[in-house]
Structure formats: C-alpha cells, structure tokens
C-alpha cells in the first residue's frame, strides 16, 4: 500500500467518527433548542443569524480587499500588452517597416515582462489565453485577432470590467476602420 493511500484511508477512517460526533451534536442542540422557551428560541435564532451576518460580511470584505490588494499591478501589467498592441498598430499605421530582428528583441522583452507579470498577478483565464495566443501559429489574420481579443476580453474582465455584448472579434472595432464582422469571410 503506497503512502497516499494510506493517508486517504486514514483521512477517511478520521472523517467517520467526526461525521457521527457532529450529528451527535446537532441532535442534542435541536432537542435542547425544541425544550426552551420560545423567548430563548428566539434570542438563539437572532444570535445566530447575527453570527451568520458578521461572518458573510468579514468574508465579503476580505474577498473584495484581496482583489483589490494585485488590481493596481494587473492593470500595470496588463497596460504593457495593451501598449504593445497599439504600438504595432500604430507603426503599421504610419507604414513604418521596421526588421525583424529589431522587432525581434523590442517585443521579446516586452513580452518577457508581462508574461512574469501575468504569471504573478494575471487570473487563470489570463494565463490561457496568453498561452493559446503564444501558441497560435495559424497565418490568418483573424485568428491571430481572436487570439488578441481572448486575451484583451480575459484582462478586462480580471480587473473587474464587463465584457457584455463584447466578443473576441467586436473588441477590435475600436481601432479598426474596416467591419470587423467581415474580416476573414471570403468575398
């Protein structure tokens, strides 16, 4: 027997007596709770709910101020791709041509930084879709442009933007002149 299946067969064999101990417990709280008075009933039901309150509400808190704790560096991340998109775009705009080598070492070290970045601060759905861009070696230019829009839709939703009524293709319509519904259907 390997020493994981032996923690998972103790585990187990913990879990029952605990299992009968906490039912135990509640059937002596709900015969002790059914005996008392109605005013006790009563004062047990809003301290509980009081309780139950307090503990939602930490935890609510908690949760939001954990993800507004990394929202400042995702966003400073997530502003490097956001930079290196609108830089390409533009250098293709003003027909600058520049060679493949320094574009090469330009966007290397760009990239570098904001996958470190998005490694520390970036939601799982981020990381995907970074990697599935990474990955994508499909020559249209329509699935490199869903391949940038999964990864800008997944950023903006990582810091709490909504994407309603926005697609992997429509996101794009901001910057491009052309029907970005057309692009890639056959004429």
Same mark, same amino acid.
Do not use: C
């Given at each position: 027997?390997?020493?994981?299946?032996?923690?998972?067969?103790?585990?187990?064999?913990?879990?029952?007596?605990?299992?009968?101990?906490?039912?135990?417990?509640?059937?002596?709280?709900?015969?002790?709770?059914?005996?008392?008075?109605?005013?006790?009933?009563?004062?047990?039901?809003?301290?509980?709910?009081?309780?139950?309150?307090?503990?939602?509400?930490?935890?609510?808190?908690?949760? !939001?101020?954990?993800?507004?704790?990394?929202?400042? *560096?995702? &966003?400073?991340?997530? $502003? =490097? @791709?956001?930079?290196?998109?609108?830089?390409?775009?533009?250098?293709?705009?003003?027909?600058?041509?520049?060679?493949?080598?320094?574009?090469?070492?330009?966007?290397?070290?760009?990239?570098?930084?904001?996958? !470190?970045?998005?490694?520390?601060?970036?939601?799982? *759905?981020? &990381?995907?879709?970074? $990697? =599935? @861009?990474?990955?994508?070696?499909?020559?249209?230019?329509?699935?490199?442009?869903?391949?940038?829009?999964?990864?800008?839709?997944?950023?903006?939703?990582?810091?709490?933007?909504?994407?309603?009524?926005?697609?992997?293709?429509?996101?794009?319509?901001?910057?491009?002149?052309?029907?970005?519904?057309?692009?890639?259907?056959?004429?």
């Amino acid at each position: 027997m390997s020493s994981a299946t032996k923690q998972q067969a103790l585990g187990f064999l913990l879990l029952i007596p605990i299992i009968l101990g906490g039912g135990w417990l509640l059937v002596v709280f709900f015969r002790a709770f059914s005996a008392a008075d109605k005013s006790v009933q009563a004062s047990i039901i809003a301290a509980g709910v009081a309780v139950f309150s307090v503990v939602f509400t930490f935890w609510k808190e908690r949760s !939001r101020s954990l993800k507004e704790a990394h929202r400042d *560096k995702k &966003i400073e991340v997530y $502003s =490097q @791709f956001y930079d290196l998109v609108f830089s390409l775009l533009k250098q293709a705009q003003a027909g600058v041509e520049m060679s493949p080598e320094e574009m090469s070492v330009q966007m290397h070290a760009t990239f570098m930084a904001i996958y !470190r970045g998005a490694l520390f601060y970036g939601s799982p *759905k981020v &990381i995907t879709a970074i $990697s =599935q @861009f990474k990955s994508n070696s499909d020559p249209d230019p329509s699935a490199s442009m869903r391949a940038v829009g999964r990864v800008l839709l997944a950023m903006r939703e990582d810091i709490g933007l909504s994407n309603s009524g926005l697609n992997e293709m429509n996101i794009h319509q901001i910057y491009v002149r052309d029907d970005i519904s057309k692009l890639g259907q056959v004429q």
